[in-house]
């Protein structure tokens, strides 16, 4: 029998490290705070909002760090969903607008008319320090400043990115005001 070429060798390879066992470490996904926390969200927002919350984020000229907290509240560690928050892609079915970023200038007609195709009663949360008053970019020729310049914010979540617990204690914080 002929040898195999080093081609054939280089073929068989990647295979044998695709099919063997896989060596990962042991860890927790449980957190007890985000449990705890999570479990009387879930208790407001059936009782408030009819069994689910339903969420419209919207960037207004941020730099992507908020929204990419804000996509971890998707991930399995987090998993929101099971709390009863959904995010939705249209304005028109959505509880919650959940803005990020400074208002641009460029960006100021389309948060209103994402605002105005929401069904009452309809609620704003800032996200980060740039939503809430601006951030570094208040003080720009191209940036009107924080969400609270053009639409009536609700609760705003400072941090520069705030962590998704932080998110979702703002959350949190809106449904115990609103259910009030």
């Not at 099919?19 to 705890?36: A, G, I, M, Q, Y």
């Not at 969200?41 to 207004?60: C, M, P, Q, W, Y």
């Not at 960006?107 to 800032?126: G, R």
Request: hydrophobic content about 40%.
């Amino acid at each position: 029998m002929q040898e195999p070429t080093s081609e054939v060798k280089w073929m068989v390879n990647p295979l044998t490290y695709v099919f063997r066992p896989k060596v990962t470490e042991k860890f927790e996904f449980s957190d007890s705070e985000l449990e705890t926390l999570g479990s009387e969200l879930k208790t407001k927002v059936n009782r408030v909002f009819g069994h689910s919350l339903a969420i419209r984020e919207l960037d207004s000229g941020s730099d992507n760090s908020t929204e990419i907290e804000i996509s971890n509240l998707a991930s399995p560690h987090y998993d929101i969903e099971r709390f009863g928050i959904y995010f939705v892609a249209s304005p028109r079915h959505a509880d919650v607008l959940l803005v990020t970023g400074a208002v641009t200038l460029n960006m100021a007609e389309a948060v209103l008319k994402t605002y105005e195709a929401m069904p009452s009663p309809k609620f704003v949360v800032a996200v980060g320090d740039d939503a809430c008053d601006g951030g570094i970019y208040k003080d720009s020729y191209a940036v009107l400043g924080g969400v609270d310049k053009i639409l009536p914010v609700d609760i705003k979540i400072p941090g520069n990115p705030p962590s998704p617990k932080e998110i979702l204690r703002g959350i949190f914080s809106l449904v115990k005001k609103v259910s009030v």
